[in-house]
């Protein structure tokens, strides 16, 4: 069974703080995606990262698409209270094409 | 272009009872997908319908069924309820599903089982 860790489960910070989300796994992915969702909301897509190695960019966002295509990150440069959420990491299973989530890290950015 | 529209947005059912979920897709996705998000388990996937098929399927029990429509809307149905089937169930639809395609969520029909 694929597994996606994310790290840490809960952050709070205050605005300005930078912070990085961890999602680590065992097994390979064929791409991996980074969702945050609102309370009372479904996930919105932040990004898709698909070749080992990848950075991308939005905005204050950074995503890294580990080498061997099993982790990722997520760095948020200068938070701000806008960014509090649940982030969520998904990786597309090579073998069975499903789409396989983190638990989630849900930040909080204090004013 | 309207979102994925998910009905009812709440729902309270007791043990035993079956309740069947309502998903309608972006106009022109082809692939419905379902979720099971709960604060223990996370977001964990149920079942993936294109053009009327299943195409993909989660661990879940049988109690957990689904369908799609000619028209891509979905829905999914959950017989003899159990307490532990108190989550937020989400669809997302896609244009074809799988590899890089962009998954557009509805806002979850919020299932408490007494």
């Known amino acids: 069974t694929q597994l996606l860790e994310q790290s840490p489960q809960f952050l709070s910070i205050q605005e300005g703080e930078n912070l990085t989300v961890y999602c680590n796994s065992s097994s390979v992915f064929s791409s991996l995606q980074w969702y945050r969702q609102e309370p009372g909301e479904g996930p919105v897509l932040l990004v898709t990262v698909v070749t080992g190695g990848e950075v991308k960019k939005l905005k204050r966002l950074t995503f890294q698409f580990g080498d061997a295509r099993k982790d990722s990150s997520l760095h948020i440069t200068a938070a701000q209270p806008g960014d509090t959420g649940l982030y969520l990491c998904a990786g597309r299973s090579s073998n069975t094409g499903k789409l396989i989530f983190g638990q989630g890290t849900t930040l909080q950015v204090k004013p | 272009k309207a979102g994925v529209t998910q009905t009812p947005r709440y729902l309270i059912k007791t043990r035993g009872q079956q309740v069947t979920l309502s998903c309608s897709p972006i106009s022109g996705h082809r692939s419905v997908s379902w979720y099971q998000q709960t604060p223990g388990q996370g977001l964990q996937f149920l079942f993936e319908y294109f053009s009327e098929t299943q195409r993909n399927k989660g661990n879940f029990p049988g109690r957990f069924s689904g369908r799609q429509f000619s028209n891509s809307r979905s829905e999914m149905n959950v017989s003899t309820l159990e307490l532990g089937d108190s989550a937020l169930y989400l669809c997302?639809?896609?244009?074809?599903?799988?590899?890089?395609?962009?998954?557009?969520f509805g806002p979850g029909t919020r299932l408490t089982v007494l």
């Open positions: 997302a639809s896609s244009p074809a599903g799988g590899g890089t395609d962009t998954q557009y």
